[in-house]
């Protein structure tokens, strides 16, 4: 049987309904008042791989999406000039530039991660819409203050993990909120690869360098690439490895976490819990670096098990030395979803009676992935009409909450739990070895 979204709609229309979630846009004193038909100008900070994809994507849309590219800023002049000459954009290495530009209506950040929250920040106080890269931030403490920023301002932000405007997720989304599968009870992803380089060991430009003249093709703003004058990291001198592979080591990143298992968690919170995500009650993270044993911080093996007050498990995986990985599950009482395949949903026949009440009375369903716009895409409805979402900063800040504690979980050796009330992370009395000799998976996985 195949149920499209109509179809899915009128089984289900007996079945409780989730609250509508829709996103009101607030002007800021300082913002351009736009109307749906009028241009808007977007201006790019951060021009590495990510960036760079970014401002090539929109300039090859500008008239579609009656956007106009206005500044490029990043602090290596190479990448700067190249993204410059792409788009058309003003160039230049100070961002506060492009937030005291009145014609600027919206930012792209696509710096390293310690620099995210810090820019966003004064970017929404200087009247200006936010798309950031995932991870929301550095740290948990920059991820509720951005997402406070946000809802102070009134500004729209999307957060940058692209899944989270997946037509699968949002069909998923709709499915579990009318109980199709039951009571979650847990989810497994992953995100894997295998490079005979080693992850992260990105080529190096042999002459970039603060030893520059600014002038030159080569010249690299190295003190403010680090942000020590604001402590987002250390000050160290001039280190290669570090700028050009910045996701070896922790001082800028998360590594695996932060990097690819946002990408992971963030849908699954957005088609469990719903267009806010949700904070972790319990997070235990487990692995290490077995095989890539270079200058990097960061493991090449990383995995996590985070417990949710609404009593739900989500396991994620990423190793680096083994492209390998684990279906997209989402397991409920009455039935599971295969997530890449469709969705796919097939009951439990224990609970086939039920099931089938719910599904047509068929124990095999596929679902219809929704029609939506990319993430940039919506990101600029967003602006121009006020449309909700896919990854607001609340979904944002809930997902950067529980991978950093995963992180941390593993960094300190210790099973992390989040209080709500006063929005902190403390220890557990139990060690992780205690709560993984109690977690039986089958084996891995379907």
């Not at 506060?96 to 966003?120: F, G, Q, Y």
């Not at 430009?205 to 680090?226: E, I, M, S, T």
């Not at 957005?270 to 995500?277: H, L, T, V």
Request: glycine share 8%.
């Amino acid at each position: 049987m195949h149920i499209t979204r109509r179809t899915f709609v009128k089984t289900t229309a007996t079945l409780p309904f989730l609250p509508s979630l829709s996103c009101t846009r607030i002007l800021g004193a300082n913002a351009r008042i736009l109307g749906a038909n009028d241009r808007l100008n977007v201006a790019f900070i951060g021009t590495g791989g990510m960036g760079t994809s970014h401002a090539k994507n929109l300039a090859g849309r500008v008239g579609q999406e009656n956007v106009q590219i206005t500044h490029v800023c990043d602090v290596y002049n190479r990448r700067l000039n190249a993204v410059a000459k792409i788009t058309g954009g003003i160039p230049t290495l100070e961002y506060r530039e492009i937030l005291d530009a009145d014609d600027v209506d919206a930012v792209v950040i696509s710096t390293p991660d310690h620099w995210h929250t810090k820019i966003a920040i004064e970017a929404m106080e200087s009247g200006k819409d936010v798309y950031v890269e995932k991870p929301l931030s550095h740290t948990i403490e920059q991820a509720l203050e951005c997402r406070d920023a946000v809802h102070r301002t009134g500004r729209t932000l999307q957060v940058g993990p692209q899944g989270t405007s997946s037509g699968r997720i949002w069909a998923a989304q709709d499915a579990i909120s009318k109980n199709l599968i039951g009571k979650v009870s847990w989810s497994q992803a992953s995100y894997c690869r295998n490079s005979r380089g080693g992850q992260f060991n990105w080529p190096i430009d042999a002459d970039a360098g603060p030893h520059q003249a600014k002038d030159h093709d080569g010249y690299v703003w190295w003190d403010r690439w680090l942000g020590h004058q604001w402590n987002l990291a250390p000050k160290i001198d001039w280190n290669a490895d570090h700028f050009f592979r910045f996701r070896k080591y922790l001082a800028y990143n998360g590594g695996l976490a932060t990097d690819l298992l946002y990408h992971r968690l963030a849908p699954f919170l957005r088609a469990i819990e719903g267009a806010n995500g949700a904070y972790p009650a319990r997070v235990v993270a487990s692995g290490g670096t077995y095989l890539e044993k270079d200058e990097r911080d960061i493991p090449d093996t990383f995995l996590m098990v985070a417990d949710y007050p609404n009593e739900h498990s989500i396991v994620l995986a990423s190793v680096m030395t083994n492209s390998e990985g684990l279906p997209t599950v989402i397991r409920g009482q009455h039935a599971t979803m295969f997530v890449d395949d469709g969705p796919k949903v097939v009951g439990q026949g224990t609970w086939e009676e039920e099931f089938k009440a719910k599904s047509g009375g068929e124990m095999e369903v596929m679902l219809t992935p929704h029609e939506r716009r990319d993430h940039m895409g919506n990101f600029l409805d967003a602006i121009r009409n006020g449309d909700e979402l896919a990854c607001n900063v609340d979904l944002g800040c809930s997902t950067m909450v529980g991978i950093k504690m995963a992180v941390d979980a593993l960094q300190q050796d210790k099973v992390l739990r989040w209080n709500a009330k006063d929005e902190k992370v403390v220890p557990s009395s139990e060690s992780p070895k205690e709560i993984l000799a109690g977690l039986t998976l089958p084996s891995f996985v379907c």
